[in-house]
T-cell receptor, first 113, second 113 residues
Framework: GENVEQHPSTLSVQEGDSAVIKCTYS??????FPWYKQELGKRPQLIIDIRSNVGEKKDQRIAVTLNKTAKHFSLHITETQPEDSAVYFC????????????FGTGTLLAVQP | DAGVTQSPTHLIKTRGQQVTLRCSPK?????VSWYQQALGQGPQFIFQYYEEEERQRGNFPDRFSGHQFPNYSSELNVNALLLGDSALYLC????????????FGPGTRLTVT
């Protein structure tokens, strides 16, 4: 069935370093890949997304890359700051159907000051 | 412009009871999806409502049911509660005709004792 694997489950970096989170999806029909940031006790917030017709997308310090052939996509955060500390979830969806999101298991990112 | 709202914030129920959770979508959105997020896990898709109809359902038993009203707000009902139903229930709204981005509400924390 549909599945999204996410690694690592925890990631600790020093302030100013880069962080990379990787996901793999199983459903080849997936064509939309959002990333959500969830702070403790708060709602998931969309931080960046990418569609399958694009290989890379950037928004200031965050970027997402997609390899459709390998069914991999990754989140890159540069110049990390303590406020980047949160749980990050990747997700995959097939647009045009119901757009249901299949989420990964999450990565707890800790940015040490 | 109000975002997605949910009520109540917290709820404690006993096994076997029934519960109703409510969601109001973001202004301009007509589609509501419900997700269950167990502690330490990613959200799991329950079902989605559009035009007052259930469009698709995830792997949840029929104890989970829902409804969408003409004003696009939605309810999630869970019957015969089990301890394993304890979780954060999130609703997400989107616009079927204009955008694939899903915006989440703050969630309802359900505890079953």
């Amino acid at each position: 069935g549909e599945n999204v694997e996410q690694h690592p489950s925890t990631l600790s970096v020093q302030e100013g370093d880069s962080a990379v989170i990787k996901c793999t999806y199983s459903d080849s029909a997936s064509n939309y890949f959002p990333w959500y940031k969830q702070e403790l006790g708060k709602r998931p917030q969309l931080i960046i997304d990418i569609r399958s017709n694009v290989g890379e997308k950037k928004d200031q310090r965050i970027a997402v890359t997609l390899n459709k052939t390998a069914k991999h996509f990754s989140l890159h955060i540069t110049e990390t700051q303590p406020e980047d500390s949160a749980v990050y979830f990747c997700a995959a969806s097939e647009l045009g159907a119901t757009n249901k999101l299949i989420f990964g298991t999450g990565t707890l990112l800790a940015v040490q000051p | 412009d109000a975002g997605v709202t949910q009520s109540p914030t917290h709820l404690i129920k006993t096994r076997g009871q029934q519960v109703t959770l409510r969601c109001s979508p973001k202004s301009g959105h007509d589609t509501v999806s419900w997700y269950q997020q167990a502690l330490g896990q990613g959200p799991q898709f329950i079902f989605q409502y559009y035009e007052e109809e259930e469009r698709q359902r995830g792997n949840f038993p029929d104890r989970f049911s829902g409804h969408q009203f003409p004003n696009y707000s939605s309810e999630l009902n869970v019957n015969a509660l089990l301890l394993g139903d304890s979780a954060l229930y999130l609703c997400a709204s989107s616009s079927a005709g204009h955008s694939y981005e899903q915006y989440f509400g703050p969630g309802t924390r359900l505890t079953v004792t």
